[in-house]
């Protein structure tokens, strides 16, 4: 009788049946063929063929890859076919993920997915002096969690508990932290925040002043925004020297060029929000600035609008554009036509986006502390001069129970996260002694979610539906009234944010902002769901995760709804890799609807879902608008017009194959669709993915 099993390592361990049964189980609830008492029957033939073979196994202990050969034999002989191509394709999906653990040596205690090991590897990790790694994931949490835990100390909280309860969140992918927090906390660098805006005076001085704290802040992991509009236009005469101006676009490409130079933290390209005002001289040279190769390629730009512009464009009126230095009208334009450049820009590269600066400043939480001018580099966190803001996302993939929104658990995962990041502002070590004094006085955060695409799919409703748009309003505005009660909360024990008297705010809150819809990129690669609240970008693609080796990947959703409708085969899957969709696919339209990619949502859907979210969102939302390739400037001219019309705090649209480098590429000429490493979703170029 079989008692002991050689592991892949090679230590022989007590061999137990129960393990068979729960990997059986786990395969028949993924495609609903689950019945506990087929499990069992199923392990008792299993073992039952282990012990007629015993004599063929070394030393009669059979090893852990020949027991699953079994199960898949006697499985597959059974009525339960379905459930042995499940159990198969998370077999082979696992064997995968050995071999890249294997290349890389990573001791991988969380069972997490090939790409996520690659990602963990490439930037989260600690590796030593020789660039080997020594620490596994479930390490990376508990030196987080220990970090951020410790900030309890100084109100004399439990600091045990709430390491257990970060650290819980965090390995169970339910919550995670902006990349600097998960590559620095525990470290001596210590920066833990995402966003930073810095400002930017008119004088050569205070110019590269910024210039230099903007290298330690992208040093250590940050990224920044500007805003280029106090500098004077191009032309102008300088009274100091003489001398004639070079306006901010110039500037602006010495920041680029800086930046090109520094990879932050040593561990992910840097990246920047340009922004001007609209009615600033130089506007249309910064509107076309991103036109050509390799310009500005470490900048996003945004056009700052203003409620008279947009009024002036409906209106087909003139506009003042204004010099900053004199604050004399330097000359008249077309509204209209301004308006236009904007759209073929954006039709043409992607850039500029537009941030509703009015819009913003209206929710501005502390508006006796100045106009906020500026972004972060994604444009979700408006923030002031020197401030910063350390994110975190809750996985909403987790947050379903059979087939159902589970509103406890969502509610107590918002609770624990409020807190954690709350901690990450007295924990972190922050860059300059200005950023510290404003970000400590305000203490805003932004919680926001990810793996939203994924649970429309789990709960069955397609993205482009009002019954999506109405689901989302309910998460979001769920989330901010739990985050404002645990604010709330912490105001009672640790005292309210110092600038709260200078706030908007009637009531007594620990953060002077709470929510944030951020573009999760590397974070929700790790927690193996889609990006931020972005539709899925494609249900097969290729990845290249070592050298020389692709994957095919495919949607976990969409694999388990083949394999339970019989639908699964390889054929079937690369074709759908070709271009990521099925919507040229026989496939039946229930599928098709359900499963609709970012290019295969019509753009109102996408500007009305961020709506939505900003409604409860105290921060911004940042959302790519994915335009098909054959799409026109007058899609994008609608989208910007819906956009202002809706009340978004800002817009960002991309044309598919705008630019000519892409980390998303839909397969052509029997190609197969392919995507970077670091790419969830959202915005093709890549910049900022946190």
Known sequence: MVSKIRKRDGKIEKFRSEKITNAIEKAMIAVSQHNKKIAEALTKEIVKVINERISSFKDKIPDVEQVQDIVEEVIMRSPYDRTAKAYILYRRTRAHARELKKFFDIKDDLKLGVNAIKVLEERYLLKNKEGKIIETPTEMFKRVAKAIALA?????????????????????LEFLPNSPTLMNAGTPLGQLSACFVLPIEDSLENIFKTLEDMALIQQSGGGTGFNFSKIRPKGDIVQSTKGIASGPVSFMRIYDSTTDVIKQGGKRRGANMGILRIDHPDIEEFIVS????????NFNISVSVTDSFMNAVKNN????????????????????KLFDLIVNSAWKTGDPGIIFIDTINKKNPTPKLGMIEGTNPCGEVPLLAYESCNLGSINLSRMNADKKIDWNKLKKTVKIAVHFLDNVIDANKFPLPEIEKMTRANRKIGLGIMGFA????????PYDSERALKIGEKIISFIEKNAIDAS???????????????????????????????????ISIIAGCSSGIEPLFALAFVREVMEGKRLIEVNHQFQLELIKKGLWNEKLIKKIAETGSIQKTSLSSDIKRIFKTSLDVLPEWHVMMQARFQKYVDNAVSKTVNLPEKSSPNEVRKIYLLADKLKCKGITIYRYGSKPEQVLYVGKSGKLTKADVTYAGGCATGVCPL
Request: hydrophobic share 35%; no cysteine; proline share 3%.
């Open 290 to 297: 991103k036109q050509g190769i390799k310009k500005l390629t």
């Open 454 to 461: 994924d649970m429309l799919v789990q709960l069955g409703i």
């Open 317 to 336: 009126s003139s506009f003042a554009l204004i010099n900053p230095h004199s604050q004399k009208i330097e000359r008249r334009v077309n509204a209209k």
């Open 152 to 172: 309890d100390k100084k109100y004399g909280e439990n600091v045990k508990k709430s390491e257990r309860e970060f650290l819980e969140i965090m390995k169970n």
């Open 488 to 522: 709330k909360e912490i105001a009672k024990r640790r005292g309210v944010f110092p600038n709260l008297k200078k706030s908007r705010w009637k009531i007594r809150l620990r953060n002077a902002t709470l929510t944030t819809i951020a573009p999760t990129g590397t």
